[in-house]
Nanobody
Framework: QVQLVESGGGLVQAGGSLRLSCAAS????????MGWYRQAPGKQRELVAT???????VYADSVKGRFTISRDNAKNTVYLQMSSLKPEDTANYYC?????????WGKGTLVTVSS
């Protein structure tokens, strides 16, 4: 019951920063949990970070201290601020929303970190 559109991906050098955005088609106040996942070539999709409507956050150990997830309820948008990027961060990044027992996914945005 929600459409998600990611943006902000691109090519960045190692050590650089990038901010991803996920725009939702409905008020994110009504979405219990939103998050970012990524999938690198030959790898399984993995959780990067999640944020609840109550602003509780969860981060993968690999990104703690470097990535920050946040939400702007007025803009129906969730962000992923990425800093100190590493080549191993290269992946397709997908926005996710959980509503009741269903998960919704965006089409993804590619982040490439060059060494």
């Amino acid at each position: 019951q929600v459409q998600l559109v990611e943006s902000g991906g691109g090519l960045v050098q190692a050590g650089g920063s990038l901010r991803l955005s996920c725009a939702a088609s409905k008020s994110i106040v009504s979405i219990s949990t939103m998050g970012w996942y990524r999938q690198a070539p030959g790898k399984q999709r993995e959780l990067v970070a999640t944020i609840t409507s109550g602003d509780s956050t969860v981060y993968a150990d690999s990104v703690k201290g470097r990535f920050t997830i946040s939400r702007d309820n007025a803009k129906n948008t969730v962000y992923l601020q990425m800093s100190s990027l590493k080549p191993e961060d290269t992946a397709n990044y997908y926005c996710n929303a959980v509503i009741s027992i269903w998960s919704y996914w965006g089409k993804g945005t590619l982040v490439t970190v060059s060494s």
